[in-house]
């Protein structure tokens, strides 16, 4: 069953414009944890947050910000004022206790940003 | 902190070989690494789970006789295609974790193309 949805496929920005990138997560376990991570062309993972099930305050790092609401099982992520340098692919990831914390990745979404 | 190499990062080889990629947690003890498949604009899939000193834990539909994955120190976890095919092309990606954690660490990956 899938864990972690991203149901955006691709998105395509101009750069300035902001970018909001949804992820849509399935547990049954109240000890849980979701990420984001970024994956430039070169292929390296880049970890960007972790988040606890406990701690639904929003967090904002300088351009990114990301917006946790146990409510709707989102946990979705914005870049803000974009630039080329934000084309990636960006993966959700959920990690709980039921899979022994195993992390269970969405199927990505494809950001990019013209110039 | 918390950094993961793999080597090699692009290896190609020619069907029937068989390749082996490292993968070093270089400044902190992993108790568990895990591997994972990356195919072309796809998610991660997580391979299996290795723990220090024990058998690798495979998730359903790896092939273990195919996939002969080691974990023989703190630092060190081996992943070894065997008669590797152009089907075995892929983007091999481990994670690192320590005692725990519950965090993963990304190595670079490893780009393997079997001709």
């Known amino acids: 069953a899938q864990k972690v949805t991203q149901a955006q496929t691709e998105i395509s920005v101009v750069e300035k414009e902001d970018v909001t990138l949804d992820c849509v997560y399935e547990?049954?376990?109240?000890?849980?944890?979701l990420f984001w991570y970024k994956q430039p062309p070169s292929g390296e993972l880049v970890f960007l947050i972790r988040?606890?099930?406990?701690?639904?305050q929003n967090e904002i790092s300088g351009r990114y910000s990301w917006n946790f609401q146990k409510s709707t099982s989102s946990f979705n992520f914005t870049i803000t004022a974009s630039q080329v340098v934000d084309s990636a692919v960006y993966f959700c990831?959920?990690?709980?206790?039921?899979?022994?914390?195993?992390?269970?990745f969405g199927a990505g979404t494809t950001v990019t940003v013209r110039a | 902190g918390a950094v993961v190499s793999q080597h090699p990062s692009r290896v190609i080889c020619k069907s029937g070989t068989s390749v082996k990629i490292e993968c070093r947690s270089l400044?902190?003890?992993?108790?568990?690494m895990f591997w994972y498949r990356q195919f072309p604009k796809k998610s991660l899939m997580l391979m299996a789970t290795s723990n220090e000193g024990s058998k690798a834990t495979y998730e359903q539909g790896v092939e273990k006789d195919k996939f002969l994955i080691n974990h023989a120190s703190l630092t060190l976890s081996t992943l070894t295609v065997t008669s590797a095919h152009p089907e075995d092309s892929s983007f091999y990606i481990c994670s690192a974790e320590g005692r725990g954690n519950n965090e993963q660490f990304f190595g670079p990956g490893t780009r393997l193309t079997v001709l």
């Open positions: 400044d902190f003890q992993a108790t568990t």
């Open positions: 990831a959920l990690s709980d206790f039921s899979n022994d914390y195993k992390l269970s």
């Open positions: 547990t049954r376990d109240t000890t849980y944890y």
């Open positions: 988040r606890n099930s406990f701690d639904e």
